[in-house]
């Protein structure tokens, strides 16, 4: 087994010419990973993700191979799954006005080029759900783009499967999730090529690392929501004065805790599951 990546939050590995994604307890935000781990967050989000995966398995394949057959030590926080030639966009679907898509709706009156009504606020609720890519950073933020912008780097029928991959994805999820109290407000999703030219749903999906979730009983526009994701702690890290540049802040108990707390809460609430503390 090779170590292959590290990423902020994830590890890859070489097994076999498989891919061992280990997801980590690790957070990150701003792109800068804080100190401070949140127990049990690799594999929540990790549990989490492959529900999904299961729950999507007609709409469009995926890269996971087993949940299971992992290494003891990565048990219940890892994913066996096929190789991918990732796509280098990070495919977004937004159905509420919320974090960088704010900020440009604000300056510009559109999210990614795409034009929306006049009057929103922060925490709308998006006329229909928009497609809204950015770029795929190596180092340092991602970037906004334009649909056309992805027409021009993966050609125009790619980028048509993309983006009704992710709007199909995102409604099919957020339709679930609000069956069980919960907004998705906006959520990440990436593509790859499997080995026989098939596009195939890869990393992970629909988890509180990659997606803005709201108690629905609580939404209210016009103000910051309750997240039972990392927004949360990047509201907290905000607080402190930090300058969002490495290295993070420490995070305290109480916040650790709570972040904990949300990550498992959203978990039950869209699986039905009791989660089990990992190991």
């Not at 998705?184 to 890869?202: N, P, Q, Y």
Request: negative net charge; contains cysteine.
């Amino acid at each position: 087994m090779k170590h292959i990546h590290a990423g902020k939050v994830r590890d890859l590995y070489d097994d076999d010419g498989d891919i061992l994604l280990v997801a980590s307890d690790r957070i990150s935000v701003y792109d800068v990973t804080l100190p401070t781990p949140i127990p049990d967050k690799g594999a929540l989000l990790t549990q989490l993700s492959r529900w999904w995966f299961e729950r999507f398995a007609d709409l469009v394949p995926n890269h996971v191979l087993s949940a299971t057959d992992v290494p003891e030590e990565f048990a219940g926080r890892a994913l066996r799954c096929r190789p991918l030639t990732m796509v280098k966009v990070e495919c977004i679907a937004r159905g509420y006005l919320s974090g960088s898509g704010l900020k440009e709706y604000r300056e510009r009156g559109t999210v990614s080029g795409v034009a929306l009504p006049d009057g929103l606020v922060e925490g709308s609720k998006l006329p229909e759900p928009i497609f809204t890519p950015t770029t795929k950073a190596d180092t340092g933020h991602d970037e906004a783009i334009t649909f056309d912008d992805v027409v021009a780097q993966e050609g125009g029928e790619t980028a048509e499967r993309l983006r009704a991959l992710t709007l199909e994805l995102y409604r099919a999820g957020a339709e679930h999730a609000a069956e069980r109290g919960i907004i998705v407000a906006d959520t990440k999703v990436e593509f790859g090529w499997d080995s026989d030219g098939v596009l195939t749903l890869g990393d992970e999906v629909l988890t509180s690392d990659s997606s803005r979730f709201w108690p629905a009983d609580e939404w209210q526009p016009g103000q910051p929501q309750h997240a039972f994701d990392k927004q949360f702690v990047r509201d907290w890290a905000t607080s402190t004065g930090w300058d969002k540049t490495p290295p993070g802040p420490e995070v305290p108990a109480d916040i650790v805790a709570a972040t904990r707390a949300r990550y498992a809460e959203a978990y039950e609430r869209i699986t039905g599951e009791t989660w089990q503390t990992a190991g």
